[in-house]
């Protein structure tokens, strides 16, 4: 055991060891150091074992209910006459029947002669449906106002006039194009 070398290297620093007690409450100091260690390791350790799903879950619902209370209109939904009592309802039914059936029957006397007078007619019917939506605004806005009533009336009215209108020019050129035929015949 004599050419152990921990032997030899103990041998060697014999007289260079520290001998002196350390100061008062040194083993209370090193106490507590390793109290406050451990105690970090423990709070860590119970953030480590943080079950994130369920947060995750409530996080992405929320995420959800937002994204819908957004997503949905915020205005309140347009009055039409079918709204304001029952009396317009069947008014408003009435009108858009009218029309519905005068613009099958429009679209039944569509030829080369005929179609761009049957565009221009459409044209002009969809700036009365705009006018129409428009007035839709402004009776929810004005709460049922009087005026607002009666002007879409008169804008389903202007609608069949200009459909009757339209067919009565269609088959004045329907007349003239069998009349002119019959002379072209004759000759």
Not at 34 to 44: D, F, G, P, R, Y
Not at 147 to 176: C, G, H, P, W
């Amino acid at each position: 055991m004599q050419n152990d070398p921990i032997h030899e290297l103990f041998d060697e620093l014999k007289g260079n060891f520290d001998m002196k007690s350390p100061k008062l409450g040194h083993q209370q100091r090193f106490l507590d150091k390793l109290n406050a260690s451990k105690q970090v390791e423990i709070e860590t350790k119970s953030v480590r074992n943080l079950n994130w799903k369920p947060l995750m879950a409530i996080a992405a619902s929320i995420i959800i209910c937002l994204s819908v209370f957004i997503a949905l209109p915020n205005d309140p939904e347009l009055m039409d006459l079918a709204s304001v009592s029952p009396e317009l309802s069947n008014t408003q039914d009435f009108f858009t029947t009218t029309i519905d059936n005068e613009l099958k029957k429009l679209n039944m006397e569509r030829t080369p002669l005929t179609e761009q007078i049957i565009d221009d007619v459409l044209v002009q019917l969809q700036l009365l449906d705009d006018e129409y939506q428009n007035l839709k605004i402004d009776l929810t806005e004005s709460n049922e106002d009087q005026r607002v009533i009666y002007a879409m009336i008169s804008n389903f009215q202007n609608r069949i006039d200009i459909l009757n209108t339209v067919l009565e020019q269609i088959e004045n050129v329907k007349q003239l194009k069998s009349n002119n035929d019959e002379n072209t015949n004759t000759i």
